[in-house]
């Protein structure tokens, strides 16, 4: 099992900034792949941003150019860094690690983009 925990999450205005953390514990030895998801009031969960264990990411069109997925491995510590955030990226936050066949989730952290 993989235990996920987010942090990071908050009220910040258009424009701003912030640094999600998402730490995983337990069998860390067989994800080998990290990544974030995110779900806005009243809409399906979708991509934001993954990153592979070799380090190979992909980003939702959406976010290319303002927000950065990046992965300390020693720490099993997977951030993302979001710059110039807009109102639409307001939803919940969820880290997620992927294993053969199974993929393992967060709890979610909010962030809330206001005008």
């Known amino acids: 099992q993989v235990q996920l925990v987010e942090s990071g999450g908050g009220l910040v205005q258009a424009g701003g900034s912030l640094r999600l953390s998402c730490v995983a514990s337990g069998r860390t030895v067989i994800i080998i792949a990290m990544g974030w998801y995110r779900q806005a009031p009243g809409k399906q969960r979708e991509l934001v941003a993954t990153?592979?264990?070799?380090?190979?990411?992909n980003d939702a069109a959406s976010v290319k150019g303002r927000f950065t997925i990046s992965r300390d491995n020693a720490k099993n510590t997977v951030f993302l860094q979001m710059n110039s955030l807009k109102p639409e990226d307001t939803g919940v936050y969820y880290c997620n690690a992927e294993r053969t066949w199974y993929i393992y989730w967060g709890q979610g952290t909010q962030v809330t983009v206001s005008t």
């Open positions: 990153i592979t264990n070799g380090g190979n990411t």
